[in-house]
Nanobody, 126 residues
Framework: VQLQASGGGLVQAGDSLRLSCAAS????????MGWFRQTPGKEREFVAA????????WYLDSVKGRFTISRDNAKNTVYLQMNRLRPEDTAVYYC????????????????????WGQGTQVTVSS
């Protein structure tokens, strides 16, 4: 499985961005998918996840109401719509795939995820 993240960039506080993560493989529709982010000197942190059945979602508290994770199984792609961006959202964002995820759950920790994208930089200026 290969994951290709894109859509990052430099924006101002209050702006929006949509990240995309395209996955290879024919069984994307049965992967739990997640987004994580990392800033220099800090641990990678969970941002959002979506189950492969039912589209159930989970979010980091600080992004609830601003970010939305979604998936398009026909395009083998997961998205992260980020609205009302803040300077503290600045990070490298990574998508990840859990190929053994149960149908209605996707983890908010790193360990279950088997494959990771290369990361896309999001910079929010104040």
């Amino acid at each position: 499985v290969q994951l290709q993240a894109s859509g990052g960039g430099l924006v101002q506080a209050g702006d929006s961005l949509r990240l995309s993560c395209a996955a290879s493989g024919s069984t994307f529709s049965s992967y739990g998918m997640g987004w994580f982010r990392q800033t220099p000197g800090k641990e990678r942190e969970f941002v959002a996840a979506i189950s492969w059945r039912g589209g159930r979602t989970w979010y980091l508290d600080s992004v609830k109401g601003r970010f939305t994770i979604s998936r398009d199984n026909a395009k083998n792609t997961v998205y992260l719509q980020m609205n009302r961006l803040r300077p503290e959202d600045t990070a490298v964002y990574y998508c990840a795939a859990d190929i053994d995820a149960p149908p209605y759950y996707s983890s908010n920790t790193q360990s279950p995820y088997d494959y990771w994208g290369q990361g896309t930089q999001v910079t929010v200026s104040s």
